[in-house]
């Protein structure tokens, strides 16, 4: 690969080519998570700041239920370590156990949801509604914000799972199956902030 | 060394440190499962006279488990992507410390100095 005079070293356009490949799609991937990573960091600024300000209404403790919470964690753990067998098992080539694997992961995603929602319309029956103080508004933005990104993972998985069902596990389901389980492993690791900022912290105030 | 060594090679690194292993998920799990419980269990029952070291112990076990989850789930290590991830996982905390503490630090002395009548409530006898 001696560059003579007057060649052009066309070799690094062929690499450059070869790589954008879906290389560096999980990097880019990453680089997303973090960008979000950073959108909940402002949420939680605010929730921090604004938490205590009750402005006479109802304070964590009138509100929160730490039964509800404990097993909405369980149900998003449930489906992490799921999600975690959805890819060993897509490692080894298996259709129907990676698809029955996202299955059980997407129904723990929608068991996760369904307590919020059930959580999210006991409070606001109860009264506490977002516009009632600063702090009901940062909590509902917070975490309804997790709330909306666990839907959202939830129709990308059923789109992931039509996918492979119509195509396989082809290298670009693969890549993109990876790049859901950043995603749902991420918003595992957000709750766990939530149910500790939030939830935990708020009942010992 | 061609091309299309170059991207095999890359693909095999990549997916060796972005997939794990059962034994890997499993271990995670049951860390996991343990550091919800604990401090779950500690709010829950009040183990812990003090609040505020409650608060602290709480809070340490959050910081633990997202250790865990980042290594044994989402597969960080200093390798992937040549570095690239950590860096970028890096200057992100990095980020979020400043705007945590910033703000509370900030609001907190806003609140406390700026409360109209505060201080002079403070001062009354």
């Avoid at chain 1, 290389?23 to 929730?47: E, K, N, R, V």
């Avoid at chain 1, 006479?56 to 149900?75: H, I, Q, R, S």
């Avoid at chain 1, 753990?77 to 992961?105: C, E, P």
Wanted: aromatic share 12%; net charge negative; glycine share 10%.
């Amino acid at each position: 690969m001696a560059i003579t005079a007057g060649t052009e070293p066309v070799f690094h356009l062929e690499e450059e080519h070869a790589h954008a490949e879906g290389g560096s799609t999980m990097l880019g991937f990453w680089l997303y998570l973090m960008s979000d990573c950073l959108i909940f960091a402002m949420l939680f600024a605010a929730y921090g700041v604004l938490g205590g300000n009750y402005a006479a209404g109802p304070a964590p403790k009138d509100l929160f239920d730490l039964d509800l919470v404990a097993v909405n964690t369980t149900m998003l753990l449930f489906s992490s370590i799921t999600y975690g067998f959805a890819m060993l098992t897509m490692d080894k080539g298996r259709v129907a156990a990676t698809q029955g694997w996202l299955a059980v992961t997407g129904l723990f995603g929608l068991a996760f949801l369904s307590i919020e929602l059930y959580e999210f319309a006991h409070m606001i029956h109860e009264g506490a509604t977002p516009q009632r103080s600063a702090f009901l508004s940062s909590f509902f933005t917070l975490v309804g914000t997790h709330g909306l990104h666990v839907t959202f993972g939830i129709v990308w998985l059923v789109t992931l799972m039509v996918q492979v069902a119509r195509f396989g596990l082809i290298k670009a389901n693969r890549r993109r199956l990876m790049c859901l389980s950043m995603f749902w492993h991420f918003l595992d690791v957000v709750w766990i902030g939530v149910f500790t900022f939030v939830y935990l912290m708020g009942m010992l105030r | 060394m061609s091309a299309h060594d170059h991207a095999a090679d890359h693909g095999h690194a990549h997916g060796g440190a972005a997939h794990g292993s059962l034994r890997g998920y499993l271990i995670g799990f049951v860390l996991s499962v343990i550091l919800t419980a604990i401090p779950f269990w500690l709010v829950m029952t009040g183990a812990i006279d003090d609040k505020q070291a409650t608060a602290i112990v709480v809070m340490a076990f959050a910081v633990v488990q997202i250790v865990v989850h980042m290594v044994f789930f989402l597969h960080m290590n200093t390798a992937s992507e040549g570095g690239w991830s950590m860096l970028a996982l890096i200057f992100t905390l990095i980020l979020v410390v400043i705007v945590l503490t910033g703000s509370l630090w900030v609001m907190y002395h806003l609140n406390a100095n700026m409360m109209p009548g505060l201080h002079d409530m403070r001062q009354m006898p």
